[in-house]
């Protein structure tokens, strides 16, 4: 099979070339194209696929190519990744910078930062799908890019069934919480539902018996991992369920921005600047073999032990364990997803799928993040229970959020900007986001006429 991952020159690309060469089994990838538009990138990248395939020492290790063509990158692919940063971390940290100065959050996907982050995306992923149904009209979209529910929206208006989003945040949570019961995570049902950066945890069923109440009832149990520790044994135990790691930012608002205002840098601007000096080291001329690969886990580790960093600051909650920093997160689902649908091999995975009918208070083609049974013909929901009224405010505010960012990218409208902007629940003021679309048009040239 042919993989394509557009966005290759990403820093995350490793960790999916490191699945494909664990993966010995029948029918699996022999040919991963690299495709972006930064030569450099592409360049440092390919090195540290290089050393990669050289330290696997496996036979028949995926081929790499590169280039910078996109009609070439996709002709002939069986399975597209979509991994492409609008406006790179510089536009990352100009999202979060704008949005602090008018005292509200600028994370990429939650708030003013992911709205912004959206304008400048979706029409990226949508002439990209128009793209892939012109020049590889049969191959699976996998996307990968954030903020994940709104762009694989906007792509499966091109392609339909045929995009699907993952995020390795609801596989993250059901194997801790799986772990901590006991269990091994593959062989929990894990009931998570809500969209992407928005999804509860409201049961986790072990042979049949469903084991949750358990762990709620268990305050040390509760404060022992990443989201007890983020959100407390006691507002957990309110909730009856345990929320993704994003709703920090709405259950935490005021907290948050505070630690992200306080901070001496913002979360984009250090990855930024993080990821420059990689890019340098791994580009540099007379590199031996293992170095560039050497240089990329170094990095990887200081990017993934101060991830949500501040997050944890303002709740009291210490550094990241050592558990949750192994990998087997996002490139394992995407393997796993590729894997279910090349071979027709059934799997139960958490993605990012149109809803259908699996929650009532949404329509059919809204993208949601729920329990999906894959074979050969795509993924297909889940049914779940419906949303506690909390949780229906909160998913069908940011789904009215996210379709005001669809239509606003479309027609280029101030109008429809503000009112994306204006409808979020952490921002709190017309006024507040009149001056975030200024801001943002100021910042970012592909904004620059909705001035």
């Not at 940290?93 to 304008?119: F, I, M």
């Not at 109008?415 to 629940?425: I, N, S």
Request: aromatic share 6%; hydrophobic share 45%.
């Amino acid at each position: 099979m042919r993989l394509t991952i557009l966005g290759g020159g990403g820093f995350r690309v490793p960790l999916v070339y490191g699945a494909l060469l664990g993966d010995r089994a029948e029918g699996r990838v022999s040919q991963v194209t690299l495709y972006d538009e930064d030569p450099a990138r592409l360049a440092a990248m390919a090195r540290v696929l290089a050393d990669q395939a050289a330290a696997a020492a496996v036979p028949d290790a995926p081929a790499v190519t590169a280039t910078t063509d996109l009609d070439e990158a996709l002709r002939g692919a069986d399975f597209i990744f979509s991994a492409i940063r609008v406006g790179g971390l510089e536009g990352r940290a100009a999202d979060e910078r704008v949005a602090l100065a008018e005292g509200v959050l600028g994370q990429e996907t939650v708030g003013a930062g992911g709205v912004a982050y959206g304008l400048r995306t979706v029409p990226v992923a949508r002439r990209i799908a128009r793209r892939i149904a012109r020049t590889a009209p049969d191959a699976w979209v996998i996307n990968f890019t954030n903020p994940a529910g709104l762009v694989t929206e906007a792509m499966a208006e091109e392609l339909g069934e045929r995009v699907i989003g993952i995020c390795d945040s609801p596989v993250g949570l059901g194997r801790r919480i799986a772990r901590l019961l006991g269990a091994r995570p593959q062989e929990a049902w894990i009931d998570y539902v809500g969209l992407n950066h928005l999804g509860w945890v409201r049961g986790l069923r072990i042979g049949g018996r469903d084991e949750l109440p358990r762990l709620l009832a268990d305050t040390e149990a509760l404060e022992s991992f990443e989201e007890g520790r983020l959100f407390g044994a006691q507002w957990l135990r309110s909730l009856g369920a345990i929320p993704n790691e994003y709703l920090h930012y709405y259950y935490f608002n005021r907290d948050t921005v505070r630690a992200y205002q306080e901070a001496k840098q913002t979360r984009g601007a250090f990855l930024r600047d993080q990821q420059r000096g990689f890019y340098a080291e791994a580009g540099r001329a007379g590199l031996r073999a293992g170095e560039a690969l050497a240089a990329w886990d170094r990095t990887r580790a200081e990017r993934e032990a101060t991830y949500m960093a501040e997050n944890r600051e303002a709740a009291g909650a210490g550094d990241r364990d050592g558990s949750d920093l192994e990998s087997g997160g996002y490139e394992q689902v995407a393997l796993a997803l590729m894997r279910a649908i090349a071979r027709d091999e059934r799997a139960t995975l958490i993605l990012n799928v149109r809803n259908r009918s699996t929650l009532s208070v949404l329509d059919d083609e809204a993208v949601i993040e729920v329990p999906c049974l894959v074979d050969a013909n795509g993924a297909h929901p889940v049914a779940v229970a419906p949303l506690p009224l909390h949780a229906v405010g909160l998913v069908t505010a940011v789904k009215a959020v996210e379709r005001e960012v669809l239509a606003a990218a479309a027609s280029g409208s101030r109008a429809d900007a503000v009112k994306a902007f204006a409808l979020h629940p952490l921002v709190d003021s017309v006024g507040v986001a009149r001056r975030l679309v200024d801001g943002y048009a100021a910042a970012h040239p592909g904004l620059a006429h909705l001035r």
